[in-house]
């Protein structure tokens, strides 16, 4: 798949999915199908507009870009958002942008999509435009519930990645350059690759989970390390079963498949040393 920015964009008709595509869910996954081309925006448009409320990403670009590109997409298309993108009128947004760069004959959106300064461009407007056809994608549902970005951050963020999942069409994934990390972890016989989270990118919530990196199982824990007295800052430490290589400085990528337990603080090493034993038979056991 391509990775394109607006201003770069070569003539050609497109069938285009618009929307910022958070997580790429299976509510995403609708809006885009028979698409050729996915429009979004970078960084997320609450980033600028506001600040305060701006939501933890469930996927960062390069992860969403993967996704996408796994759909058989064949070109993403990025627009840079800034204020001056946000003081655009919603006209503008289809005439200079949809046909005028892209030479949209297909436009592809979710029923809640909203366009333009101050939200004010609508389906109902994208519908009115005889120069490409509309598609406007009902809300998804699964067992009867929602399918939403805001509601996959919230099961993330509770440890209940199992459940993520379901709405999310596949696991929820995390990545990062792994950084050196106490050696506590190798003495203990459980050597760690360990990831320090993005602030601005969802994480699962304090605990244990069971998780894949490529073809290898991890038992991984996600916390501030209470029975050591190491609570200075959230890590995610990630011990890859059969694998005793040093992974600093590349890149791992974990698919979280479900939580085994909340953090805890033990008594001893030794207490600690039973329960990851116990962890890592579990996680062999679940994705072995």
């Not at 997320?44 to 996927?59: E, G, Q, S």
């Not at 289809?94 to 004010?120: K, M, P, Q, W, Y």
Request: proline content about 5%; hydrophobic content about 45%; glycine content about 10%.
């Amino acid at each position: 798949m391509q990775v394109t920015q607006l201003a770069d964009v070569a003539p050609r008709p497109r069938r285009v999915a618009v929307g910022e595509f958070d997580g790429v869910h299976l509510g995403h996954r609708e809006v885009i199908a028979g698409a050729d081309t996915v429009l979004t925006f970078e960084p997320h448009p609450l980033w600028v507009l506001r600040p305060d409320f701006a939501p933890r990403l469930i996927t960062p670009l390069a992860v969403k870009a993967d996704l996408i590109a796994g759909l058989g997409v064949r070109e993403l298309v990025i627009i840079p958002f800034d204020d001056a993108f946000a003081a655009q009128g919603p006209q503008a947004f289809i005439d200079d942008v949809l046909v005028g760069r892209l030479g949209a004959t297909h436009v592809s959106v979710g029923e809640n999509f909203r366009f333009g300064h101050d939200a004010t461009g609508d389906t109902a407007m994208l519908g009115a435009d005889p120069r490409f056809e509309t598609r406007v994608v009902r809300l998804v549902e699964v067992e009867g519930e929602i399918v939403s970005s805001s509601h996959i951050r919230a099961l993330v963020a509770a440890g209940e990645v199992d459940q993520a999942a379901r709405f999310l069409g596949a696991p929820f994934q995390m990545r990062g350059e792994v950084v050196h990390g106490d050696k506590r972890g190798r003495e203990l016989g459980f050597p760690t690759a360990n990831l320090v989270p993005d602030e601005h990118v969802a994480c699962p919530g304090h605990g244990v989970y069971v998780a894949r990196a490529g073809e290898t199982c991890a038992a991984v824990n996600v916390g501030v390390r209470p029975t050591f007295g190491m609570g200075l800052s959230l890590l995610v430490e990630a011990y890859l079963l059969d694998i005793d290589a040093d992974l600093y400085g590349t890149e791992l990528r974990l698919e979280f498949l479900v939580r085994l337990r909340g953090e805890r603080r033990f008594d001893s090493a030794e207490a600690l040393i039973e329960q990851m034993n116990r962890d890592v038979a579990r996680a062999r056991e679940l994705c072995g």
